[in-house]
């Protein structure tokens, strides 16, 4: 019912910046909030931040807070993670998940993924 793309990774210096951006379509009102995980090889999937569909309330792991910023365009249907700063360690497949449930750090509370966008970050 709900398809996440996500967009916007790529290989970047350390101390660069990247916008991600998900595209979300089908019955997204079903869904009171977004969230971007990140996934590096050998690691489990963890979170990254989430935002609502409205209220702009946003969520942040101590990984990225003060280096990233969440936002959504509801018009577009396009949520964004704006990422700067970027370290070696953020280095990572990215994915956008659509939510229902909370605590919203919780990938089990999360219905539908995208298929994941990769950042790469070189020292």
């Known amino acids: 019912q709900v398809q996440l793309v996500e967009s916007g990774g790529g290989l970047v210096q350390a101390g660069g910046s990247l916008r991600l951006s998900c595209a979300a379509s089908g019955r997204t009102f079903n869904y009171y909030y977004m969230g971007w995980f990140r996934q590096a090889p050998g690691k489990e999937r963890e979170f990254v931040a989430a935002i609502t569909w409205s209220g702009d309330m946003t969520y942040y792991s101590d990984s990225v807070k003060g280096r990233g910023t969440i936002s959504r365009d509801n018009a577009k249907s396009t949520v964004y993670l704006q990422m700067n700063g970027l370290k070696p360690d953020d280095t990572a497949v990215y994915y956008c998940?659509?939510?229902?449930?909370?605590?919203?750090?919780?990938?089990?509370?999360?219905?539908?993924w995208g298929q994941g966008t990769q950042v790469t970050v070189s020292s």
């Open positions: 998940a659509a939510g229902r449930r909370t605590p919203v750090q919780r990938t089990s509370n999360y219905s539908y």
